[in-house]
């Protein structure tokens, strides 16, 4: 159960990240038995050169990329898997520039970045990978014809450039990043959207009678910061603060909220928004906010 919420949080996370430099496609399905693609993104033909703000991310988002997360290690089946999904949007890539009587350039055919908490030696030697260089350690290359690497998250070093794949780990690796993403300055493009998508994985771990020792020290890693935030938003403007925190968490749990509900949360009092605050961790649907304010 915990893995539905880790991948939606994954998927979430890398489309927050990459949205501004070009096409992402969260769940994209591929042809054959119905396959789904975690994010596949293209980027925009003026190529940016903010990317560098990603680091090691900023670098896959440098050509058309198919990003597949996982939250345990990846096995050699799942990888296969994965690289089955790249060989058929390949095929499919080859078949619209052959009716559109294009020339495929090799530029335009995704690359596949297998993103797992850890992977074994042995499972890397299965695969025939290989370090090159220029790049850093823990980015594993399958031969060229293949287009894939294994990003071993564990071995990546602990960098500014590799924060935003380390907060993808597990354990410590990924508490540590969680550290790190909490210093950074205020102005940070993306330190505030990210906590805010963090702290909506915890509220969804929370709900969770079932939860793995990682999922537990991670929500006590994060129950501090978000107490902090939460109380920061609050003394920056008491009830404004606290309106805007919780609209932020209905939209991002029920999707986005439109100018007549928004109106209801607004006149909320104090007492009532912190109600709402722990109600929200149950709605599913815009329904269930209407039926909850209904009831005030």
């Known amino acids: 159960m915990t ?15 990459l949205k501004d430099y070009g096409e992402v496609k969260p769940s994209e399905k591929v042809s054959g038995e119905i396959k789904e693609i975690d994010v596949f993104f293209t980027p925009s033909k003026q190529q940016s050169s ?25 096995s050699t089946d799942e990888i296969c898997d994965c690289i089955l999904k790249l060989l058929e949007v390949k095929a499919l890539v080859r078949r619209e520039a052959k009716a559109n009587k294009t020339k495929l350039q090799e530029s335009e055919i995704p690359k596949l970045w297998v993103l797992t908490p850890t992977v074994s030696e042995t499972r890397l030697s299965s695969f025939g990978t290989i370090q090159k260089e220029g790049w850093l350690s823990g980015v594993h290359f399958l031969p060229d014809a293949l287009r894939t690497v294994i990003v071993a998250i564990h071995q990546l070093p602990q960098t500014p450039e590799t924060l935003w794949l380390r907060l993808l780990g597990r354990g410590s690796v990924q508490s540590q990043a969680i550290v790190e993403l909490q210093a950074l300055p205020l102005n940070h493009p993306y330190q505030k959207a990210t906590l805010e998508l963090v702290y909506n994985l915890r509220e969804n771990l929370r709900v969770n009678q079932e939860l793995e020792e990682d999922d537990r020290e991670l929500i006590m890693r994060l129950e501090p910061l978000y107490q902090r935030d939460r109380e920061q938003a609050i003394q920056e403007g008491n009830k404004q603060g ?55």
């Open 3 to 17: 893995r539905f919420i880790h991948d939606k949080f994954a998927k979430d996370y890398l489309e927050e990240l």
């Open 242 to 296: 606290e309106q805007r925190l919780i609209i932020r968490q209905l939209n991002r749990r029920i999707g986005e909220i439109n100018a007549s509900l928004i109106e209801r949360v607004q006149g909320l009092s104090i007492e009532q928004l912190e109600n709402l605050g722990e109600a929200l961790l149950d709605f599913s649907t815009v329904a269930d906010l209407e039926t909850w304010l209904n009831q005030q």
């Open 50 to 74: 903010n990317l560098q703000v990603l680091g090691l991310l900023g670098r896959f988002a440098e050509h058309p990329a198919i990003i597949e997360p996982f939250r345990n290690p990846a």
